[in-house]
């Protein structure tokens, strides 16, 4: 059990975190900072914090557990406000969609207490926002991503483990690289086409009229194009270099799939979509990875 949670950060995701310990019993109080008073407000209101605090810092002092919840370009900013009032057995952890950036601005910040941070990454959350969305049950059975560097404390790294199964996670190491290049193409490229299908049918003049025949299929597709832009924008730019290279990848498998209908080439188009159809079939939520 924690005795204090300090949150930066009382969005969808911070606030699932805090009241998913609460709910599990490891945390004894919660103090909150989110730089928006009305969400501060809204988070006492809803329990999601038992006290607001006026800055990060203010939140970060005297936790024994510190969970920064913004967005990744704040990452930094975040983290130097708080590192001179850390105590040097808590343990700070980020949910940030990517990991190397992350490791840097930690590297960058926290000095001395750069042992108590464990990069993590819980593959989670929901295409809306906010503290209002706010949900125990969102963290329940996810995988989370943890990215130590050699500096991450081996106390804080085991108290981040098991704190993560206590809520009912699958825990899963890999380097910052490793984690961003298999990000890149498993969520930031397919919320990227998400975005890039949106636009490219509401610029067509008939593209109300083609939104108004969609169904099922399409709503599913494209789900993830009502995520927040903010959060996207940072994710996107962060880690520009792993998204361009799952770019340039799909495109050469879409210009492959055009290429073979333009030439009226009927194996070759069934052959595309039955290698796609057989790799869908044979994957599944939450498998593992695959033995070499």
């Known amino acids: 059990m924690f005795e204090q949670l300090g949150l930066v950060g009382c969005g969808l995701m911070g606030g699932s975190f805090a009241l998913a310990l609460k709910r599990a019993g490891l945390v004894r109080h ?14 006492l209101n ?23 919840a913004v967005p990744v370009a704040a990452t930094q900013a975040t983290l130097t406000a708080i590192a001179g009032v850390l105590s040097p057995t808590a343990l700070v952890m980020d949910v940030g969609s990517t990991k190397s950036d992350v490791v840097a601005a930690a590297q960058g910040a926290l000095g001395q207490a750069i042992g108590c941070f464990v990069p993590a990454h819980p593959i989670a959350g929901k295409e ?14 996810c995988q989370v991503i943890l990215t130590p560097s050699p500096a991450t404390g081996a106390t804080q790294l085991a108290q981040a483990n098991a704190l993560w199964r206590a809520l009912g996670c699958r825990v899963r190491h890999m380097s910052a690289g490793a ?40 709503r599913d597709f494209t789900r993830i194009a ?15 270099t792993e998204v361009e290279a799952q770019i340039a990848s799909f ?28 790799s869908r079939a044979d994957w599944s939520l939450g498998s593992p990875p695959p033995t070499k």
């Open 128 to 141: 809306v926002a906010g503290v209002a969305h706010a949900d125990p049950a969102l963290y329940a059975n």
């Open 179 to 218: 984690h961003d290049a298999a990000f890149a193409a498993i969520s930031h490229l397919p919320h990227l086409l998400a975005f890039a299908m949106m636009n490219s049918i509401a610029a067509q003049p008939a593209g109300a009229d083609f939104l108004s025949l969609a169904g099922p299929g399409f």
């Open 226 to 240: 009502a995520s927040d832009p903010v959060v996207w924008r940072d994710i996107f730019l962060a880690n520009s």
């Open 46 to 68: 809803m329990g999601v914090v038992d006290a607001i605090a006026a800055t990060a810092a203010d939140a970060a002092h005297g936790s024994d557990l510190v969970l920064v």
């Open 30 to 43: 919660v103090v909150g900072f989110s730089p928006s008073e009305s969400t501060r407000e809204r988070a």
């Open 251 to 278: 495109r050469t498998s879409l210009d492959a799939l055009e290429r073979a209908i333009s030439q009226a080439d009927f194996a070759g188009v069934e052959s595309l979509i039955r290698r796609a159809s057989d």
